[in-house]
């Protein structure tokens, strides 16, 4: 079946250790989207690449970067991160800005 | 500006009941609206979409959703919910050539025996 895959599901970190989580898709989508889904809230957009077009959202903090090697892959670097970096980071790909993003089961990051 | 609200946090109702979820939106352009159901420590998955037409839109696992444009809503409807229905349920919106997806805050479903 065609899909989203993130690894690892469950990272823990140190503060300030850098630290990179991993999309991967089958779905040959042009889109690619990081999320981040702190506890009981509504995921928040970071960042998206249209093909290889990277676009930031204007509130995410520039300890986040994101790189995208090929149609395929994703990936989200968190080159220093804090206690209030722990969180949900959702992978999303989707055929065209309009289509249905497709997500990933997300990246459960802990900071110790 | 541009908003999205569920009105609701949380929703209890009893298996085999009906459901009803509340969606409202702000938008100045015609907007594209989606519902995802998200289970504990998952990612989201979507249930269903409205792009143009037909404003009643059926989607997975029984549930559908009608796009009121008079009322700028976008309610999700299952006649009768299961167990297995006990989740996060998200509204989205977006508009139509952009790529931000505007996400309601969550309706948190609790189902009873």
């Known amino acids: 079946d065609a899909m989203v895959i993130q690894n690892p599901r469950y990272q823990v970190t140190q503060f300030g250790k850098p630290v990179t989580l991993s999309c991967s898709q089958t779905?040959?989508?042009?889109?690619m989207y990081w999320y981040q889904q702190k506890s009981s809230q509504a995921p928040k957009l970071l960042f998206h690449?249209?093909?290889?077009?990277?676009?930031n959202e204007a509130d995410t903090p520039d300890n986040f970067q994101s790189r995208r090697p090929n149609t395929s892959f994703c990936f989200l670097d968190i080159r220093s991160p804090g206690l209030g970096d722990a969180a949900m980071y959702l992978c999303?790909?989707?055929?065209?800005?309009?289509?249905?993003?497709?997500f990933g089961p997300g990246t459960r990051l802990t900071v110790t | 500006a541009q908003s999205v609200t569920q009105p609701d946090i949380h929703i209890t109702v009893s298996e085999g009941a009906s459901l009803e979820l509340r969606c409202n939106y702000s938008?100045?352009?015609?907007?594209?609206l989606f519902w995802y159901v998200q289970s504990p420590g998952q990612g989201l998955q979507l249930l269903l979409k409205?792009?143009?037409?037909?404003?009643l839109v059926q989607g997975i696992k029984g549930f559908e959703a009608e796009f009121k444009r008079s009322q700028s809503s976008f309610n999700l409807r299952k006649p009768s919910v299961h167990w297995s229905d006990a989740a996060e349920y998200f509204c989205?919106?977006?508009?139509?050539?952009?790529?931000?997806?505007?996400f309601g805050k969550g309706t948190s479903l609790l189902v009873t025996p």
């Open positions: 779905l040959n989508h042009n889109v």
């Open positions: 989205a919106v977006g508009a139509h050539s952009g790529y931000a997806l505007n």
């Open positions: 409205y792009f143009s037409g037909d404003t």
């Open positions: 690449y249209y093909d290889k077009d990277f676009n």
């Open positions: 999303a790909t989707s055929r065209d800005p309009e289509g249905a993003r497709h």
């Open positions: 938008y100045g352009a015609t907007p594209y």
